[in-house]
């Protein structure tokens, strides 16, 4: 890159939204089996495989008014990749709070926005904790970075976008369309009548938990008990444990919306960021899994017929062209903690196993930064026949995030044993 690129309007929305309490990066967490490469082998590895990811030799640059991207000429392969600040392998079990203790520290916007923390196992493996700011890159994107940097050379795990994409080009049917926006602007700007149990004022400790569950069992089970889909799945596990959670720490169920994520990226596409969402009321009354695997499917299904996350996407646009002012208003009206609670994204990574410098990848858990009076957020990432979820939270508004992460994994055990 020779020129500064403009950052898009999606990029720059993102960057203003970190501030003394929001760290604005995302984070993997790549678990490697024994007779994984040590720091030296995995910075020759970066250093080899960057002209394939010129975006990780970005820095901003520009104005306050007009931020860009432009070449980061001090590139240094040993700030970007750093070992963990621990004098011995860690345990599997210490891995959460190492990840929670990086992920809230912030990443220097004078040099590239990205870093690798990498750890010894007790077991001979490795973890890699790698942040990446979501104004540099959203979920999408960085499945497309860790294939370009990280995996080993295979075809056959190339980035493929998700079967349930949706496209990002206007929609040919004006009518219906024009039609259900009373429908769409009902759903999505309706508040809740009850307060979060997740609404407070965040501070700057995170904690971190995550979970593991099997992708095809789960698929198919959902098929099959509801004629509902995998993401219809994630969502109701997801359903299932915050139950048992709110009825544990609170007592009573109140209403809880979730913000669903929807990329809108393109095939072959290089932005950073292009995903829309729409929003949803979660079952927490229904104690049945099957019962509330079938009430999620309902619900997403008038979503998906009514394509609600692109009418979003091109009502805000057209707000943005009559007034500013109209766009910034609805964003705030969507960003209260009475219009959703919690988001829960899923993000297809790599179909079959992938390994590092011939080190086969055991795990990879995705975590993405809570917000503004949203104090907990899941997200879901695929590997190779497992759904790995990552939990993060402040931990002064949420507290037993394993307690959380362990329902996740009994609520899908309890669907696949029905």
């Not at 370009?148 to 990002?168: E, G, I, N, S, T």
């Not at 004006?174 to 965040?202: K, N, Q, W, Y």
């Not at 507290?399 to 996740?408: P, S």
Request: charge should be negative.
């Amino acid at each position: 890159m020779t020129d500064a690129v403009p950052l898009q309007p999606e990029d720059r929305a993102i960057l203003d939204l970190e501030s003394e309490t929001i760290a604005g990066h995302t984070c993997k967490v790549i678990r490697l089996a024994p007779g994984a490469p040590g720091i030296e082998e995995l910075r020759e590895l970066v250093l080899a495989r960057l002209s394939g990811v010129p975006e990780l030799g970005w820095r901003l640059g520009g104005t306050e008014e007009e931020p860009a991207w432009v070449p980061w000429e001090g590139f240094n392969v040993e700030r970007r990749v750093r070992p963990v600040d621990v004098d011995r392998p860690l345990r599997d079990d210490e891995i959460p709070a190492e990840v929670a203790r990086l992920f809230a520290e912030r990443l220097d916007r004078e040099r590239p926005l990205w870093q690798i923390h990498h750890a010894p196992l007790d077991d001979g493996g490795a973890v890699l904790i790698w942040r990446i700011h979501h104004a540099l890159a959203d979920g999408t994107a960085c499945i497309r970075f860790a294939h370009a940097l990280l995996w080993d050379d295979d075809p056959a795990q190339a980035p493929r976008p998700a079967a349930d994409h949706a496209a990002a080009a206007a929609h040919p049917d004006h009518v219906r369309r024009r039609t259900h926006l009373a429908a769409f602007i009902e759903r999505e700007f309706g508040e809740s009548i009850r307060r979060s149990p997740f609404d407070g004022r965040i501070g700057t400790r995170r904690h971190v938990a995550l979970a593991t569950v099997p992708l095809g069992p789960l698929h198919d089970a959902a098929k099959r008990l509801a004629g509902a889909t995998l993401n219809d799945a994630v969502l109701s596990v997801v359903a299932g444990s915050l139950r048992g959670w709110i009825l544990h720490h609170h007592g009573s169920l109140g209403g809880v919306r979730v913000r669903v994520p929807v990329s809108l990226h393109h095939e072959g596409d290089a932005v950073a960021n292009r995903d829309s969402f729409f929003s949803l009321h979660l079952p927490l009354n229904e104690a049945d899994p099957v019962r509330r695997l079938s009430e999620v499917h309902a619900a997403t299904e008038t979503r998906k017929e009514d394509d609600d996350a692109e009418v979003r996407e091109h009502l805000l646009e057209e707000l943005r062209a009559v007034s500013p002012r109209l766009e910034r208003f609805a964003e705030r009206l969507e960003s209260s903690p009475r219009s959703f609670a919690v988001s829960v994204s899923n993000v297809p990574g790599p179909r079959g196993p992938v390994s590092i410098l011939g080190a086969p990848v055991v795990s990879m858990h995705t975590l993405a930064e809570i917000g503004g009076r949203h104090a907990l957020r899941v997200a879901v990432v695929s590997l190779a026949g497992n759904l790995h979820f990552g939990f993060i939270a402040d931990p002064g508004i949420v507290d037993d995030l394993e307690e959380m992460a362990a329902g996740v994994e009994a609520e899908a055990a309890e669907l696949l044993a029905t």
